[in-house]
């Protein structure tokens, strides 16, 4: 498997909701690593989107996230796929790098309807949470065996970046520190 190549990607951030957040496991730290990955998206021009489960019942996505100049896909599916209006939101790049809740439902399941639909994940393992670490293991371990490729954020930051000399290497560099 080749490294993942920033004009192929496109972030996917999977419901990182205000009533959701609190109760993941390590969840500031994960929305934290969403966050960097989104402002190294930004950077580097990779699209980013962003969906909200039951966004009536679980709140909107937090505010740590800025949502400003993404697509904000509403669902109720727990495969983000199977949503109205999800490919036609999602670039049609061939690899997606995805964060967010829980592993073991809204990511597994839209991470299989992705790689059904022919498109690369990479489940980034620092960034996805679930209320019980036991969850998300098992949501990770199935996701590899589908298929996916189970990254950290730094593993994509400097996919992402490719080269040292790159002209946003310092900024990048600022996120990993």
């Given amino acids: 498997m080749p490294t993942l190549a920033r004009d ?20 500031p730290a994960l929305v934290e690593r969403t966050a960097k990955l989104m402002r190294a998206a930004g950077l580097l021009a990779v699209p980013v989107l962003l969906t909200e489960q039951n966004p009536k019942g679980l709140g909107p996505t937090v505010p740590d ?40 439902v809204c990511v597994l399941q839209t991470v299989l309807g992705l790689i059904g639909a022919g498109r690369r994940a990479y489940v980034v393992e620092d960034a996805v949470g679930s209320r019980a670490p036991a969850s998300k293991a098992a949501a990770l ?8 490729e189970i990254v950290t954020t730094e593993m994509v930051l400097f996919e992402w970046l490719e080269d040292a000399g790159h002209p946003r290497f310092r900024e990048i560099m600022g996120l990993v520190k």
């Fill in 65 to 104: 996230l800025d949502r400003s100049g993404h697509a904000v896909l509403a669902k109720t599916h727990f495969d983000a796929s199977r949503a109205e209006g999800f490919f036609a939101h999602l670039p049609e790049r061939p690899e997606v790098v995805v964060t967010g809740a829980e592993a073991h």
């Fill in 8 to 27: 192929d990607s496109s972030l996917l951030v999977i419901d990182l909701q205000g009533r959701l957040v609190p109760a993941l496991d390590g969840g």
């Fill in 141 to 148: 371990r199935r996701m590899a065996r589908a298929g996916a």
